[in-house]
């Protein structure tokens, strides 16, 4: 599902289904684009594509572990040192920031979909500068879904951007060239965000911007070469992965 207003992108999402699903979890989608805190959406569109359900591939949700900070300018450190230690030079990550903070697509425009961006250069590596490159068909299953609502709701963290982010940064760190990501809302109201990575899982970090800011983004920090990316956008947009088994999760007392 994708949303607009006034030219602008308000919200999006992508779901992996049995075709039994189909019509409530696009009405819900509905629902969220009509009543969504960066605006009332004016021009919804949907995608739905078969998938052959031989070719999906099953995965193991990433452990999730919370880092809660006092400022977003601390998180923002935190951030920076997470990246680090996935292997991201300091100052490519803190560019990374900037870029987000000051909106990725220019102007001060949040991005549909992620950047890329290169570990040994800091260069930007997505075809469309505008866009960004959008991961797309991967889901939970039913069963891992309603798990996951309950071991959330025991920790107060039981909330649609919670699931929908562990869901993406699990998929985009199954990726082969993906050493980490970087995330935080584009949801005026939504301060929180993480940094994924294989190694060290979905690490929440719960203040990486100020209140009532809208810009927002997605980085994947990738090892890759340019002739190489064109596959990794591919894979990132086309491979369907379902989160069939839980992660652990990890809420420190603070
Ligand atoms: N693929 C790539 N980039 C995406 C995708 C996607 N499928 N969906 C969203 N983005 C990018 C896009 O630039 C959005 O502007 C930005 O990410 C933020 O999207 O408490 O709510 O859906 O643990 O606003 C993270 C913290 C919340 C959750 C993230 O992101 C928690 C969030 P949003
Ligand atoms: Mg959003």
Not at 11 to 35: F, I, K, N, V, Y
Request: net charge neutral; hydrophobic share 40%; aromatic share 4%.
């Amino acid at each position: 599902m994708r949303a607009e207003r006034d030219g602008r992108h308000i919200s999006g999402a992508e779901r992996l289904l049995p075709l039994d699903d189909l019509e409530s979890a696009s009405l819900a989608m509905l629902q969220r684009a009509l009543t969504h805190p960066r605006g009332q959406a004016q021009r919804v569109s949907f995608r739905i594509e078969p998938i052959n359900a031989e070719k999906i591939v099953r995965t193991k949700l990433l452990d999730l572990k919370n880092n809660p900070v006092a400022t977003w300018q601390q998180g923002r450190r935190v951030a920076t040192q997470l990246l680090s230690l996935c292997g991201v030079p300091t100052a490519i990550a803190e560019q990374a920031v900037a870029t987000l903070s000051a909106g990725a697509a220019g102007q001060g425009n949040s991005l549909r979909g992620a950047m890329l961006v290169d570990v040994a250069t800091g260069c930007r590596l997505e075809p469309d500068q505008q866009r960004g490159v959008r991961a797309s068909r991967m889901d939970l299953s039913a069963q891992a879904r309603q798990q996951l609502e309950q071991q959330l709701q025991a920790v107060g963290l039981n909330n649609p951007h919670v699931i929908e982010a562990l869901t993406l940064a699990t998929k985009v760190a199954l990726a082969p060239t993906v050493v980490a990501e970087l995330c935080w809302s584009d949801d005026p109201d939504y301060q929180a965000g993480y940094v994924a990575s294989k190694r060290f899982g979905y690490q929440r970090i719960s203040l990486l911007k100020p209140g009532g800011e809208e810009r927002g983004g997605r980085v994947f920090f990738v090892q890759e070469n340019c002739a190489e990316v064109g596959d990794l956008i591919d894979w990132l947009q086309s491979v369907p992965v379902l989160i069939d088994e839980l992660g652990s999760i990890c809420i420190s007392a603070k």
